[in-house]
């Protein structure tokens, strides 16, 4: 998908809700960053944005990828979602986590939840982060040629996911 | 099970309760919303399915020890006048009260826990407290969502939290609000400034039910925005402290428009009393707007102090629904008002004239009653 703004290969996607419609608008690195979308403050001003490109936006067609997806367990679409502006079921936000991810700036005041986990999901919770947590250190440690560091992480890596093997399949 | 009657014979425990800073702070309330895994949301399900969703969950409700003789009834089997008091009542939503087939409300004996079935979300509980009381009030409900986890399977994402019908309320499902009473920043034209500020940070702001703009009573309601990002502690703690900077402004307000303005006061407490004394039609505006004046009586000393409980009694009671159900038949607009003039003065008979003279003291270390 191409920049609204100037045409370039697009990295910032932004779904908006505006008066009462879904609206989405695609930004390359510089218009995004000139334009100060990468603040998560910017709701109004993606607004803005899409009043001075009215005919660049295009307010209903999916993007390439959510293109006819279907959620397969309730048979909800995206179509569906701009319709009512709710999802069908929790499957949803897994058919549909990009396009989540891109609605929820400027709705909230983050992006990730931090605070109470069913007790039951406490240990996957915590797992799930720990892992996060490792292959965000482990990008970094690569990235710096740090190679050392990032055999010792891949292995804490990969001992939490071989724990974790035997209990999901039960 | 209890019956809608018996339920609705009692005020709320949260209508009658002593709560802390209960002269500006009315009621303190705390909504989660759970959804089940696997079941459609209720608004995307078919009829059959919100069945199916509502036989999961009714019985794991009704097994929650707080709901022991509890009131539970699908909201079809309740007529309109039954469902627009529970609204009144603040146990269910104007939403959940137009929702068809396969909608449920169980609500706690004392009216102080509640929980919605098939509204916009599986489950939407709610628990409310008289007074400044949020973390009471979360912490009751978080009691009972440990209990429902036990025996419900809840839909929840290791980055989104639990998983709501609309991404507005995903992450925590929380949304912490608190009722309260703002006559004095009204009065003094400072009420705008101090909603924009809140609104500034993040809070939502709203009339007493939430219509338009204007406020019914000087009543308004503060509650989060934001549900995703932040834990329940820190959304409490900043709301909380939002709410006691405004009750702070509130009293400031209070005791300024005594020092500057006595007389206004006096005249708009006096003529309160009397149309509420006195009037034989009243629209419920009127009252609202009346019953306001009199309630900050109650606390700045020209009434007694329990003229604020006698004035919150009456804010829930002269309602439409309660009004049809107090005379048992559909009344028209007309009977209406003139029936809520009448509860209105028999509730307020016994109440002496405000005492304009003796207003309350500055110290506040000594409360002196034998001034009233
Ligand atoms: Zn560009
Ligand atoms: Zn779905």
């Known amino acids: 998908m191409d920049c609204d703004i100037c045409g370039k290969h697009a990295k910032v996607h932004l779904t908006q809700l505006v008066g009462g419609q879904i609206k989405k608008i695609a930004l390359c690195d510089d ?3 000139e334009k100060g979308v990468t603040d998560p403050t910017g709701f109004a001003l993606a607004e803005m944005l899409l ?3 009215p005919g660049k936006v295009v307010p209903s067609a999916p993007t390439v990828a959510g293109s006819g997806r279907r959620c397969p367990n309730c048979g909800f679409t995206l179509e569906d979602l701009r319709r009512i502006r709710r999802f069908g079921c929790a499957d949803c936000y897994d058919t549909f986590r990009e396009d989540v991810n891109q609605m929820l700036r400027g709705m909230h005041k983050g992006f990730k939840h931090c605070g109470k986990v069913p007790a039951g999901m406490m240990e996957l ?5 720990r892992l996060e947590e490792l292959r965000g250190k482990l990008d970094q440690a690569i990235t710096s040629e740090n190679y050392e560091e990032a055999a010792g992480l891949r292995d804490e890596i990969r001992q939490i996911e071989v724990r974790a093997t035997p209990e999901s399949n039960d | 099970m209890m019956r809608f009657t018996t339920l609705i014979k009692n005020p709320a425990d949260w209508m009658t309760g002593e709560g802390a800073d209960n002269a500006i702070v009315l009621t303190s309330r705390i909504r ?8 459609a949301f209720p608004g995307w399900a078919k009829k059959e399915q919100r069945r199916h969703a509502l036989e999961i969950m009714r019985p794991a409700v009704e097994a929650l020890p707080c709901m022991k003789d509890a009131f539970s009834q699908e909201l079809d089997d309740l007529n309109s006048v039954q469902k627009q008091v529970l609204v009144e009542r603040h146990l269910i939503s104007r939403e959940h009260a137009a929702r068809g087939e396969g909608s449920a409300a169980v609500i706690e004996r004392r009216q102080s826990i509640a929980l919605m079935l098939n509204e916009e979300d599986h489950l939407r509980m709610q628990a409310i407290r008289p007074g400044m009381s949020l973390r009471g009030a979360f912490e009751a ?3 009972i969502d440990d209990d429902l986890e036990n025996s419900l399977e809840l839909a929840f994402d290791h980055e989104l939290g639990y998983l709501t019908t609309c991404p507005t309320n995903l992450g925590t499902g929380l949304r912490a609000s608190a009722m309260l009473h703002l006559p004095a920043l009204v009065l003094s034209d400072q009420i705008g400034q101090v909603l924009q500020a809140v609104n500034k940070i993040g809070l939502a702001v709203r ?7 204007e406020s019914l009573g000087n009543l308004f309601q503060i509650s989060n925005q934001s549900t995703l990002g932040e834990s329940e502690e820190t959304i409490l703690r ?3 402290r939002v709410i006691a900077q405004v009750a702070t402004h509130e009293r400031n307000a209070r005791d300024k428009l005594l020092e500057d303005d006595p007389a206004m006061v006096s005249d708009k407490i006096g003529r309160a009393y009397g149309v509420l004394r006195h009037a034989w039609i009243i629209d419920s505006k009127e009252a609202l707007t009346h019953l306001s004046l009199l309630r900050l009586g109650g606390d700045l000393g020209f009434l007694p102090q329990d003229t604020v409980k006698t004035c919150d009694a009456l804010l829930m009671d002269i309602q439409p629904a309660h009004l049809q159900l107090h005379s048992g038949r559909k009344l028209s607009p007309e009977e209406r008002d003139s029936i809520r003039a009448e509860i209105v003065r028999g509730r307020l008979q016994s109440l002496e004239a405000p005492d304009i003279r003796s207003t309350r003291k500055k110290d506040e270390s000594d ?3 034998e001034i009233l």
């Open chain 1, 51 to 53: 009043g001075k490109t």
């Open chain 2, 207 to 213: 009339g007493l039910y939430g219509e338009g703009t």
């Open chain 1, 125 to 129: 919770h915590e797992r799930t982060q």
């Open chain 2, 367 to 369: 409360p002196d009653p």
């Open chain 2, 141 to 143: 409900l978080s009691a």
């Open chain 2, 238 to 240: 900043r709301l909380e």
């Open chain 2, 32 to 39: 989660l919303a759970r959804n089940l895994r696997g079941e």
């Open chain 1, 31 to 33: 218009c995004a960053k």
